[in-house]
């Protein structure tokens, strides 16, 4: 059964730091991973998508990469800002149909 | 685009009642997907349509839910009867094949 783990559950960090949010799947035959942002009570907004035979996305701040010989995928925020506060979902592409298995999510607080 | 619309965005029912849900994915998508969050289990995929087709309903939980696609622009999941334990957040998705899935705002089920 395919699973998806991110790891931290939570994360608090002073405004302007550099941090990693990992994520981990069991499923090596990846069709493509992508990362969301969740805000509370609101949709999921889509911010990288990492097809299987690319190794990074990259969007402003945000770096995404994919290991998939080591089943991993880490999302890099730069110079993080109160406003990135939010819950971060990583999600695994099965196939083409795209199907996605989510992880449970990060939820981090960027402190002023 | 106004992107994925769900209607209505909160519902409170009685047990045993009726619901249904409503999405409306961006024109030109093909692909379209209702997930369940819950504080439990996360995000997860109750049933996927292509070209407004059911692909996989093996998410479905109970017999008692269903959704429909009748064309291109419109899409229902009911549940009939509901119970409290369905009470979460509904998403619908839609997408391009092999592309990035823009979620909708949710509708929030409390079913009391």
């Known amino acids: 059964k395919q699973e998806v783990t991110q790891i931290p559950a939570a994360l608090s960090v002073p405004e302007g730091e550099n941090l990693v949010l990992n994520c981990s799947f069991t499923?090596?035959?990846?069709?493509?991973l992508q990362w969301f942002r969740q805000d509370p009570g609101k949709g999921l907004t889509s911010l990288l998508l990492?097809?299987?035979?690319?190794r990074e996305q990259t969007s402003g701040r945000l770096n995404a990469s994919l290991d998939k010989s080591s089943g991993r995928s880490t999302l890099y925020i730069a110079a993080s800002q109160p406003g990135d506060s939010a819950t971060y979902l990583c999600a695994e592409g099965m196939d083409s149909s795209y199907k996605l298995i989510f992880g449970s999510g990060t939820r981090l607080l960027v402190r002023p | 685009d106004a992107g994925v619309i769900q209607s209505p965005r909160h519902e409170v029912t009685e047990m045993g009642q009726e619901v249904t849900l409503r999405c409306k994915p961006i024109s030109g998508h093909n692909s379209l997907f209702w997930y369940r969050q819950t504080m439990m289990r996360g995000l997860e995929l109750l049933i996927y349509?292509?070209?407004?087709?059911?692909?996989?309903d093996s998410g479905m939980p109970e017999d008692r839910f269903s959704a429909k696609m009748p064309n291109a622009s419109f899409s229902t999941l009911k549940i009939q009867p509901s119970e409290p334990r369905d009470s979460a957040v509904y998403f619908c998705?839609?997408?391009?094949?092999?592309?990035?899935?823009?979620f909708g705002q949710g509708t929030r089920l409390t079913v009391v």
């Open positions: 998705a839609s997408s391009l094949v092999n592309t990035e899935a823009f």
């Open positions: 349509f292509n070209n407004n087709v059911p692909i996989d």
């Open positions: 499923d090596s035959a990846i069709y493509n």
């Open positions: 990492i097809q299987s035979s690319q």
